[in-house]
């Protein structure tokens, strides 16, 4: 009796990744780009406040630095000017008022912008000299 051997040779199985594999990947891929997107965006609003905040105080302590350099001491009372700089509009409030002392004078600069004047940025406190 003969007997008839079938060999069957399997076929490789395909490689790659099926369509539900490759949709979780996506899904966590998406989740990830979002969650990097949303860090950054906070990121940048974060370091546009700071640069804000820093301009405010260095403007504040050149009103202060200009007010001990001028010659005749500021009155008392309280100014508010416009100043530009940084490329940037800046409300500036300076409040002057008396000490216990007679030759000094109590200086609060306030920097705010014009945009949002109940924002204040900076507020310096100093002392002025009577020359």
């Known amino acids: 009796m003969i007997r008839h051997v079938i060999i069957r040779h399997r076929q490789p199985r395909q490689q790659g990744f099926t369509l539900l594999e490759l949709m979780v990947a996506l899904t966590i891929f998406a989740v990830a780009a979002l969650t990097a997107l949303k860090h950054s965006a906070q990121t940048i609003r974060q370091q546009e406040v700071l640069e804000q905040k820093t301009l405010a105080l260095w403007l ?62 900076a507020t310096l406190t100093g002392y002025v000299g009577q020359h």
């Open 60 to 121: 504040a302590e050149n009103t202060l630095a200009e007010l001990r350099l001028t010659t005749p001491w500021p009155a008392t009372g309280t100014v508010t000017k416009a100043v530009t700089s940084a490329n940037r509009e800046w409300n500036i409030t300076i409040q002057v008022s008396d000490t216990a002392l007679g030759t000094f004078r109590k200086v609060v600069v306030s920097v705010r912008p014009p945009e949002n004047d109940d924002r204040t940025l």
